[in-house]
């Protein structure tokens, strides 16, 4: 129900914003990477696991029934109600390493389970952006919100701005936004469907946050955004701000469901664009989009 909704994208409001204020106000002077994952290149901050770490407490004390999948965590800790949060404390953890201010905390909860196969949707999602003081918001059938946080992290009093992606029909025209691997073999794909989209779009912008890309495209600054060996922690809460700003999110085959293997997400016309192009690709060789 409505109701329903409408309190779960409270609470993952509420969540996110405390994380924002922890890995913000809280980011050190001088931050170390603790510790590595997939590559060399994967880092993970302490501020990463301190961030999960109240998110899940915050959950445990709420909604102690639903599943979590965070991004820090190992594998799913189940519930029984159906519901998953999932969780990306800090997405853009090189630009948080870095100090570069387009990091953010992404909070979802979704129907299903992403960590297995079968279908799974969002349901309520939020992305702050602790640098720049945004949050983005939404709830399925409610719209995608932009809201202003204030400096000590609370929410500002300005009515909130409803999202809506932009409509571009001419490839050449769009703006179009990307993420690369940690995986350096799997860039090699990357560098190649790069050399072939760059001449023929308005411009690329890579600029490091999964979660941000989305929201950018439900805010219409930039026309379009893919990536392929993204995380469900990384996209769950953007896909569903992009698809309440009225664009559309697919995996690679028509009509797909954003996956590992590929989120391309835009307004409708640079979606078709984007997604033909990225099949054709893919189509000369399997290898340049292989998750
Ligand atoms: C990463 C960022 C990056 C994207 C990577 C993600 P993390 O998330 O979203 O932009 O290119 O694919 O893994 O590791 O910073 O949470």
Redesign the pocket.
Known sequence: PEEDRAALERLAVAMALEAGRLIGAGRPARIDVHRTKSTDL?VVTVMDERAEALLRERIAAERPDDAVLG?EGAGVSPGTTGLTWVL?P?????NYLYGLPA?AVSVAVVVGDPSRAGAWAPVAGAVVNPSTGELFHARAGGGAYLRRVAHDGTLEHRPPERLEVTDVDDLGQVLLAT????DRGRREGQAAVTVDLLPRVRDLRR?????L?LCHVAAGRVDAYF?W???P??FAAGVLVVTEAGGVVSGLAEGSAPSRAMVVAAGASAHALVRAELARLEAGDPALTAA
Do not use: L
């Open positions: 994967d991004e990306d800090i997405d853009g953890t090189v990091y993420g690369f691997s940690y600029m490091g946050a999964a979660a890309d990536e060996g993204t995380h922690w990384d």
